[in-house]
T-cell receptor, first 112, second 114 residues
């Protein structure tokens, strides 16, 4: 069974601070996706990383896939209150297994 | 921007009743999925569907569950005899390809079994 552990579970910071959240597993994933989820809504895709060591940037968000494709990180620079939300990572197992295994998420609160 | 749409947004049903949750995936997508999220817990895979058949299902997806793509646009999840523990948000998702492709999720249906 593939598991994804996200840390921290909760993070409360002040506007303007930088932060990093982590997504770790003992399993190798063929790709890893980061989502943001608002209360009562579906996950909204932010980015997909596929290649080990890959780095993708989305404005102030930087995503990295570990070299061994077992872990990933999301770094936010100069966080804003609009960044508040639940950040989920989800790994795809590869082969004919297209299902996503989700982590429990990091609930980020950015205080003005 | 194309999106996955789900109906209804909320469904309340009595234990033992059948429910059908409906989804319209993104039109050119070929792979379809159902996930669920019990309140306060992580999103869990239920089933994937491709080429008019189930390609994979989880242990949660027992004989009470079934999926169908009746008309080439809708993708439905049926729960035959609901249980209290079926109460959850149910998310439909679709992707254009299988491996290493982006899955887009609908807004979800909140199912409450009473």
């Amino acid at each position: 069974t593939q598991l994804l552990e996200q840390s921290p579970q909760f993070l409360s910071i002040q506007e303007g601070e930088n932060l990093t959240v982590y997504c770790n597993s003992s399993s190798v994933f063929s790709s890893l996706q980061w989502y943001r989820q608002e209360p009562g809504e579906g996950p909204v895709l932010l980015v997909t990383v596929v290649t080990g060591g890959e780095v993708k940037k989305l404005k102030r968000l930087t995503f990295q896939f570990g070299d061994a494709r077992k872990d990933s990180s999301l770094h936010i620079t100069a966080a804003q209150p609009g960044d508040t939300g639940l950040y989920l990572c989800a790994g795809e197992g590869g082969g004919s297994n297209y299902k996503l295994t989700f982590g429990k998420g990091t609930l980020l609160t950015v205080n003005p | 921007e194309p999106e996955v749409t789900q109906t209804p947004s909320h469904q309340v049903t009595q234990m033992g009743q059948e429910v059908i949750l409906r989804c319209v995936p993104i039109s050119n997508h070929l792979y379809f999925y159902w996930y669920r999220q019990i309140l306060g817990q992580k999103v869990e895979f239920l089933v994937s569907f491709y080429n008019n058949e189930i390609s994979e299902k989880s242990e949660i997806f027992d004989d009470q569950f079934s999926v169908e793509r009746p008309d080439g646009s809708n993708f439905t999840l049926k729960i035959r005899s609901t249980k209290l523990e079926d109460s959850a948000m149910y998310f439909c998702a679709s992707s254009s390809q299988g491996m290493n492709t982006e899955a887009f999720f609908g807004q979800g249906t909140r199912l409450t079994v009473v």
